[in-house]
């Protein structure tokens, strides 16, 4: 299956971002071997720089490097992936700024949510920054369901036991992107979490 065959923005309504760097994960896949669903934050500026675009992609070099922190032992993603790691965006399309606006996070959370049903035996989502926090919140609050993840900064509310639909919520930090090697702190934390996500699943 490639997702993006099954999942795609029809209108793009959002003004806050770059649609020139849309995306959905177009790789080949078996929907069922997947147990473990990664969502950072929006696509990068260069389409190169995407998780499944090969080369010297910024996305796969601090992802890597994130898994090979956290013990595994990997050195591309398709090696994550045969952990059973699928990898994607919350929102499909680039930032223009430092933000994402709310309403486009609402937005994309509509491609999010058939994304994810696509996968049915996930039991863990890391949810790496806010903007994918807010983006599985909001799909709970449209179903009427209870948030996913409390309100507050990320260092506090992290090692708290969350879950939704079934399946263990872990909310962490961005690691795609050139401020994963510059956040020391944050990178430690981002290990900690792919630690017990991938403990949790083996």
């Given at each position: 299956?490639?997702?993006?065959?099954?999942?795609?923005?029809?209108?793009?309504?959002?003004?806050?971002?770059?649609?020139?760097?849309?995306?959905?994960?177009?790789?080949?896949?078996?929907?069922?071997?997947?147990?473990?669903?990664?969502?950072?934050?929006?696509?990068?500026?260069?389409?190169?720089?995407y998780?499944?675009?090969?080369?010297?992609?910024?996305?796969e070099?601090t992802?890597v490097?994130?898994?090979?922190?956290?013990?595994?032992?990997?050195?591309?993603?398709?090696?994550?992936?045969?952990?059973?790691?699928?990898?994607?965006?919350?929102?499909?399309?680039?930032?223009?700024?430092?933000?994402?606006?709310?309403?486009?996070?609402?937005?994309?959370?509509?491609?999010?949510?058939?994304?994810?049903?696509?996968?049915p035996?996930?039991?863990?989502?890391l949810?790496m920054?806010?903007?994918?926090?807010?983006?599985?919140?909001?799909?709970?609050?449209?179903?009427?369901?209870?948030?996913?993840?409390?309100?507050?900064?990320?260092?506090?509310?992290?090692?708290?036991?969350?879950?939704?639909?079934?399946?263990?919520?872990?909310?962490?930090?961005?690691?795609?992107?050139?401020?994963?090697?510059?956040?020391?702190?944050?990178?430690?934390?981002?290990a900690?979490?792919?630690?017990?996500?991938?403990?949790?699943?083996?």
């Amino acid at each position: 299956m490639r997702v993006s065959e099954r999942v795609a923005c029809a209108d793009f309504p959002c003004t806050d971002v770059r649609h020139d760097c849309y995306v959905v994960p177009g790789i080949d896949i078996r929907p069922a071997d997947v147990s473990i669903v990664l969502i950072s934050e929006a696509a990068p500026p260069d389409p190169a720089d995407y998780y499944y675009a090969g080369g010297e992609a910024l996305f796969e070099k601090t992802t890597v490097q994130a898994f090979a922190d956290a013990g595994a032992h990997v050195s591309s993603i398709r090696d994550i992936l045969g952990l059973g790691v699928y990898l994607t965006t919350a929102v499909k399309c680039g930032k223009t700024g430092y933000g994402i606006a709310t309403g486009t996070i609402r937005q994309c959370a509509l491609l999010l949510e058939q994304e994810l049903a696509l996968f049915p035996n996930v039991r863990v989502l890391l949810l790496m920054g806010d903007v994918s926090i807010k983006a599985i919140n909001d799909i709970a609050r449209r179903a009427g369901e209870p948030r996913v993840i409390p309100a507050g900064s990320t260092y506090k509310i992290r090692g708290g036991e969350f879950h939704f639909r079934g399946k263990r919520a872990f909310p962490s930090y961005v690691q795609a992107g050139p401020s994963f090697f510059i956040e020391k702190t944050k990178r430690a934390a981002i290990a900690q979490d792919i630690a017990a996500a991938l403990r949790l699943v083996n």
